[in-house]
């Protein structure tokens, strides 16, 4: 055998499990839900009735499909920026020859394992019209009247917003960390000789040397935005209010999927069209932050 | 040899797994050795439920041993955690249990698909239906059969703070019994009471008002199944509610930083609430020094009316051992079953004889949700409830926040929730 | 590395304020499960229990005599799974950013693609597949379809594509093969990113909910996420006894977390002081 054909040998070989595992459990999965999205099904009663493109054409004419499109675009261009920023600003921080730096990991890493009802537990505490957030701002003068945040058209998204940064920055931080170790020592010792300030040594060594696992997370929180339902589903109980201020697109497919009974296709469709937008933007986000592909 | 050895057991170990599943799957049902008194002995049939409290969990155990007493049927348990998935994936799957946990709410949908088995074959002319309270039972009728016996109900009713009432300068004899008059007794609670104490603290969504909007006689869905949510004469009751949002008498739980109602009465931060009788046990729980009594909901356009909740047990179309099934559901929906199950676990039984038999209807805690179960009105209102649901819901707060009127915040939902139900079930 | 003074005391101004921010409400969870009900959410954002009391832990760990078994089927589970997982995702990621062979790249877009779709589509397609596969009700219904997982694949390539060179190409003058030089060479040094994906793997089979809910039938199969769940009824949520539990249940956690924790700040450097 040539290296060549060694190398291919083994390359394919260690990745046959991940093939085996993708096409049981997601391919042909996702193979049966494009059919269903072609039908008007109740699985229930076991009727499959075969509508062709109907189901298409009718989420593209849906007002809430539309609304939820939009929630989720605003979701996601305003969360992911933000959560990548402070992740790699706190990563960078704490990687910067700090004392104490184990304990400062231990503490940030916390979050992480802080359950989700206790986290919304705590939200709803602290964002309550009685709560000390409206006390602050009410105190500090910024408002006059205390806002409801979770319930209020204005601001629900938002919350949810904050809400999602504050639960999820910790694991974009740690993922960060362990990349900046692997960030050779000898580059930020050349730099200083070259006198190097801490903002060069930050845009030029660290962000460039980064790239690939800053591809990761954009990536990675991209999909999970476009995919927010836990908090959404939370805070509004399910039906995507106030006026449909929570209403995402991963609800939009629960409601159709679980919550009303005769409508898989609808919610079929649905999923099929929000994976492949995520797709898309995903592809794009890649192209648009150029990663030395070193093949 | 070796490897002889070694490609028998690749073959035959699938071949035997798959054996093994389908014995599974048969879940008893072949071994009978019944004798004449009890000829399901030594059967088992698998109950699907979502694991309870404390004492309902006791109750459950309590009755499914005395089942096995009687019967020699042994009653295997199966929790959903997650009831609406869990049960509709273990349906189309064909691996739902004999016995399940049914909620009115989810009944028209299930039963139309043909996964529930109707009982009236199995009930023998001696089956007193008339014992149940009406509502809980028609709950669970369709096309003029039964499809499922109720196991318990929970009803709304009125919780009030004894000592706030008295701080305000009110006794409980004052309380007003007409819907109209307590709205307006409710002002004057609140003008009378500290600051920081709420009045009426009220969760709103549709599972809570369906009773006031339809007190006039207008369904919340047409024959059809369309949403009918902005007729004038549903709104007269929620208006009086919605002014007292508005002028800062009533509060939504989440809007005060509660999860629900029961915690602000609990810690004593509001005189009244109308709520489910599980907030009883709440209260006696984890809030054991609270003062409070309870009373029927105020007259709404003169008559009593409330909000039923109920769960029924439904037998499974694809059930191998309906008679052993059946002898499940009757007896523990049964005078006898009932009274261990109602009377541990603490819930609200469905046969008024029952509910005489635990002293519940006399109780003065619980006696006024006993009473409401002759007259509320089920959370079931065909298959398109769920999505007239979410639009009310989704719509409503628009209206508290004072954006829009009722009617207009109404007439949004219903053609929403009717755009959907067109385009989708119809 | 020199830095001013100003710029020191702003670094650490920084670090301890999101500090706070973030270890305030594991603090107030933490703090939640040696309340009464009634305390939890009556008392805000206090951090101190007025009246500590081991009740709620009391009653989680006698009061159900399954929590221990349900605690040691979630070990089993996350156990078994986590060594799978990074095995797997390690090799298959090392193959996705170093090894050449055709097909590489559409299996890659592929990878991306799954992770894209959303999950709860999948949910009973998935439940009828594990039903003809005989896996109801089995530990393997948890473990096999999550044998690898994508996100760390792809997290495992972003890794291995900024990996010095060098050192596999000194391998490769002594003659090993790929596959040796990648689990006698490569996979040590990448200790680093390999602990923090063992712990991000290890937490989410440990934290699944749902599809140990639909997989799983008998209690005594459960772990203890679905354990957990017990004390959520229809009407209540018994805040009490969901902070105990949720305590308890990430105690293991974190022991993982400080075994670990020398693994996060040793990865590799090359040509760096250690």
């Known amino acids: ?295 | ?426 | 590395m020199r830095k001013s003074k100003g710029w020191r005391i702003t670094l650490y101004a920084i670090l301890i304020t999101y500090g706070l921010i973030t270890l305030f409400p594991f603090a107030w969870a933490v703090s939640a499960s040696f309340k009464t009900y009634a305390e939890i959410v009556g008392g805000g954002l206090n951090l101190i229990p007025q009246n500590p009391t081991l009740d709620n832990f009391r009653h989680i760990l006698f009061g159900h005599n399954m929590f221990p078994r349900w605690i040691m089927n979630s070990f089993i589970i996350a156990g078994i799974g986590t060594i799978v997982n990074i095995l797997l995702n390690s090799m298959a990621g090392y193959s996705l950013a170093r090894l050449r062979f055709p097909g590489r790249g559409i299996i890659f877009y592929a990878i991306l693609a799954a992770i894209t779709i959303p999950g709860q589509i999948l949910l009973i397609p998935n439940f009828l597949i594990m039903r003809s596969l005989g896996m109801l009700d089995t530990f393997g219904a948890l473990i096999i379809p999550t044998a690898v997982n994508f996100t760390y694949i792809f997290m495992m390539r972003q890794f291995f594509v900024n990996f010095p060179r060098e050192v596999e190409e000194a391998a490769k003058v002594d003659g090993l093969s790929s596959t040796m030089t990648f689990f006698r060479i490569v996979f040590p040094m990448a200790r680093a990113s390999i602990a923090t994906q063992g712990i991000f793997v290890f937490m989410s089979f440990w934290n699944e909910f749902l599809r140990p809910l639909l997989y799983l039938a008998s209690p005594q199969n459960f772990p203890i996420t679905l354990g957990l769940r017990s004390f959520q009824d229809q009407n209540v949520s018994w805040w009490n006894y969901i902070m105990a539990g949720s305590l308890l249940s990430i105690l293991p956690i974190i022991g993982l977390y400080i075994v670990l924790n020398k693994y996060f700040m040793t990865g590799f450097r090359i040509g760096g002081d250690k």
């Not at chain 1, 605003?74 to 184990?102: C, D, E, H, W």
């Not at chain 2, 049939?45 to 969990?57: A, K, T, V």
């Not at chain 2, 109900?153 to 307590?182: C, E, H, Q």
């Open chain 2, 1 to 426: 040899m070796k490897k002889i050895a070694r490609l028998i057991t690749l073959i035959a170990l699938p071949v035997m797994l798959s054996f093994f599943a389908a014995c599974n799957d048969n879940g008893g049902g072949t071994a009978a050795s019944g004798d004449a008194d009890r000829p399901f002995a030594g059967q088992t049939i698998s109950l699907g439920l979502w694991p309870g409290n404390d004492n309902e969990e006791a109750g459950m155990a309590a009755a499914i041993e005395e089942f096995y007493e009687l019967t020699g049927i042994t009653v295997e348990l199966r929790h959903y955690h997650d009831y609406q998935v869990q049960l509709q994936a273990e349906l189309v799957g064909g691996i739902a249990p004999d016995v399940f946990y049914m909620e009115a709410f989810l009944f028209p949908s299930l039963v139309e698909t043909g996964v529930l088995y109707p009982l009236d074959g199995f009930m023998g002319s001696d089956f007193d239906a008339n014992d149940f309270f009406a509502p809980a039972l028609n709950a669970f009728r369709h096309d003029g059969g039964i499809y499922g016996l109720p196991k318990d109900m929970s009803t709304l009713g009125l919780i009030y703070n004894i000592d706030l009432l008295a701080a305000a300068g009110f006794t409980p004899s004052d309380i007003p019994n007409n819907i109209v008059d307590f709205a307006a007794f409710v002002e004057q609670v609140h003008n009378n009471s500290a600051a920081g104490v709420n009045a009426f603290v009220s969760s709103s969504e549709l599972a809570r008002h369906l009773f006031l909007l339809e007190a006039n006689g207008t369904s919340v869905a047409d024959a059809d199944g369309f949403a009918v949510l902005s007729q004038p004469n549903q709104h007269p009751t929620l208006q009086l509610l919605m002014d007292g949002f508005h002028a800062g008498i009533v509060g939504r739980p989440a809007d005060l930083g509660y999860g629900w109602s029961g915690d602000a009465m609990g810690l004593g931060n509001t005189v009244f609430i109308i709520e489910g009788n599980w907030v009883i046990g709440h209260l006696n729980m984890n809030f054991s020094e609270l003062n409070y009594g309870t009373r029927e909901i105020p007259l709404i356009e003169g008559a009593n009316r409330s909000m039923l909740f109920t769960v029924a047990y439904s037998m499974n179309s694809a059930s191998n051992n309906k008679e052993a099934a059946w002898e499940f559901i009757n007896f523990i929906t049964g005078t006898q079953g009932m009274y261990t199950w109602t009377d541990i676990a603490r819930v609200l039984p469905t046969r008024a004889s029952v509910a005489d038999a635990t002293g519940f209807a006399n109780d003065p805690i619980l006696a006024p949700f006993v009473a409401a179960g002759a007259y509320a009105t089920p959370w079931q209102k065909g298959e398109t409830l769920p999505i007239i649901m979410r639009e009310y819901n989704n719509f409503l707060p628009l209206v508290i926040a004072g954006e829009m009127t009722i009617v207009e915040a109404m007439q949004q939902a219903e053609e929403a929730a009717n755009r959907d139900i067109d385009a989708l079930m119809r």
């Open chain 1, 1 to 295: 055998m040539t290296s060549r054909r060694l190398e291919a040998f083994q390359g394919f070989g260690f990745i046959v499990p991940v093939i085996l595992v993708l096409f049981v459990f997601t391919v042909l999965p996702l193979g049966y839900a494009f059919v269903l999205s072609l039908m008007r099904v109740n699985q229930l009663a076991g009727t499959y009735e075969f509508v062709g493109l109907a189901n298409y054409q009718l989420a593209l004419n849906d007002p809430r499909v539309h609304t939820a499109l939009m929630n989720t675009l605003r979701y996601v261009i305003i969360v992911v920026p933000t959560q990548t920023a402070i992740a790699l600003i706190m990563a960078v921080a704490l990687n910067s020859g700090i004392k104490f730096q184990k304990t400062f990991r231990t503490v940030y890493f916390l979050p992480t394992l802080t359950s989700s009802s206790a986290l919304t537990m705590i939200f709803m505490f602290l964002f309550a019209v009685n709560g000390p957030a409206n006390d602050l701002l009410v105190g500090l003068g910024f408002i006059e009247t205390p806002i409801n945040f979770v319930q209020d058209v204005r601001f629900a998204l938002n919350s949810i917003m904050i809400m999602n940064i504050w639960a999820t920055v910790p694991f974009y931080m740690t993922i960060y960390l362990a990349a900046l170790q692997d960030v050779p020592d000898t580059l930020y010792e050349a730099a200083s000789l070259d006198g190097a300030n801490s903002w060069q040594k930050l845009t030029k060594i660290t962000i460039p040397n980064v790239v690939p696992v800053t591809n990761f997370v954009l990536l990675m929180g991209i999909i999970g935005c476009f995919q927010v339902f836990d908090q959404a589903f939370i805070v509004s109980a399910g039906s995507g209010g106030p006026a449909n201020a929570t209403l995402t697109f991963s609800l939009v497919i629960y409601q159709y999927a679980f919550m009303v009974i005769g409508t898989m296709g609808y919610a079929a469709t649905l999923a099929i069209i929000l994976a492949a937008i995520i797709f898309v933007v995903s592809i794009v986000a890649r192209k648009l932050n150029r990663e030395e592909t070193l093949y």
